[in-house]
């Protein structure tokens, strides 16, 4: 498989808009009470809407590879939940950086921090499962149906500021009756860019981890014709 | 496909022997690990983190002598920097209960903070052990220049 021009043009507008993010974020004014810690709420957020976003991935591909049963929907499903996986690590470390400092704790047990750690639970359960099973088609759709249940993980944990009482803050930018920006508009601008330049880059780690899970494959079918081969010769 | 199939049994053989099992192992050790972990690290057993003094006066019998967590606003705040004894009212409007702290706390609290404590009510003083304070979903810029100054002084 050659380079080709959609990953490469796809990594450009990311690493763009990546340092527009940046440059943004480290230019913004200090907030009146946390300082200059509030810039981490450029990255915090940012990370959990790819985080989200990834898992919803992961229950779209998952579908759609029921529905149409082309393996290429489970690459991506895969692909998805392991961006999934790396992105909540990244919110949980970046939060823990600003819980120390503001709440005067790394970690509470409240609703919102339970339910995204349990995440890592539910989907490093999802690729444990497929790693332990060898056929690819069956792979494909245990891997589709615990990936649809577990996109269930998205509403809950967004919602578990609002159901349960805890330490994590509500959100900032409310979209449930009414929408609403409780907090100074410049900061809303740079959130804004900052989360279009982390959809980019999942659009990009979702590219690229899909081209290289096609290889694995194209791997894994060569190796099995060998070893068919290897047997019949063996037996012949 | 059109290869003539092999005997069924012997071709997941076959495939197995290359594998290598150390990441399934390591995997689902660090799985039950995570789950043991979320499973007993969560002293509250409830998945509100707190009551509110309000709660506590009205299930009183219930919670008197237990260890538990209180939330609410920061009033009346007297701060010893040199012995870190620190005591203060929490409040949620309608009840309101003495508290009392040893340790650095946070940057941020301050009267009118949100706070969350754990500790033991000994008489009708709570004795927290435990001190969170909780930061709104506000963010702000501060509004004058010499707001602003002394932010930048602070950061220094």
């Known amino acids: 498989m050659r380079q080709d021009r959609v990953t490469t043009g796809l990594g450009l507008a990311t690493l763009l808009s990546l340092g527009v993010a940046v440059a943004l974020g480290l230019s913004a004014p200090l907030d009146q009470n946390q300082g200059s810690l509030v810039r981490l709420f450029f990255v915090h957020v940012p990370s959990a809407w790819l985080s989200y976003l990834a898992y919803g991935g992961t229950g779209l591909f998952g579908l759609l590879y029921l529905l149409t049963r082309q393996r290429r929907w489970d690459r991506l499903a895969l692909a998805s939940a392991e961006i999934g996986v790396l992105f909540t690590v990244s919110t949980i470390v970046g939060g823990m950086l600003w819980a120390k400092p503001t709440w005067g704790a790394y970690w509470v047990w409240d609703a919102r921090l339970t339910t995204t750690a349990l995440s890592i639970v539910i989907y490093g359960g999802y690729l444990l499962i497929r790693s332990l099973i060898d056929d690819p088609d069956r792979r494909a759709r245990v891997a589709a149906v615990v990936g649809l249940v577990g996109t269930l993980y998205v509403p809950v944990n967004y919602m578990a500021v609002e159901w349960w009482r805890g330490v994590h803050q509500t959100q900032t930018l409310k979209l449930l009756g009414g929408i609403r920006f409780d907090a100074a508009p410049i900061y809303g601008w740079v959130l804004l860019v900052a989360t279009l330049a982390f959809t980019l880059l999942y659009a990009y780690l979702l590219r690229v981890r899909g081209i290289l899970a096609a290889r694995e494959e194209a791997r894994e079918e060569r190796e099995l014709m060998e070893d068919l081969q290897g047997m019949e010769v063996a037996r012949g | ?156």
């Open chain 2, 1 to 156: 496909m059109t290869a003539p199939s092999p005997g069924p049994t012997r071709l997941p053989q076959a495939r197995r022997r290359r594998r290598n099992p150390l990441p399934t192992v390591l995997g689902v050790l660090a799985l039950v690990g995570l789950t043991a972990f979320l499973a007993f690290g969560n002293l509250g057993k409830s998945l509100e983190y707190f009551v509110t003094p309000t709660e506590y006066v009205q299930q009183r019998a219930e919670l008197e002598g237990r260890p538990l967590r209180i939330g609410g606003l920061v009033k009346a705040v007297q701060y010893n920097p040199q012995t870190l004894d620190l005591k203060f009212d929490v409040t949620d409007g309608s009840a309101s209960f003495p508290v009392q702290y040893t340790g650095a706390v946070s940057d941020l609290f301050k009267e009118d903070q949100g706070v969350v404590v754990r500790g033991e009510f000994q008489g009708d003083t709570f004795h927290a052990s435990e001190l969170v304070v909780k930061h709104s979903e506000e963010y702000n810029v501060p509004q004058t220049q010499a707001e602003l100054k002394d932010l930048l002084r602070q950061a220094e």
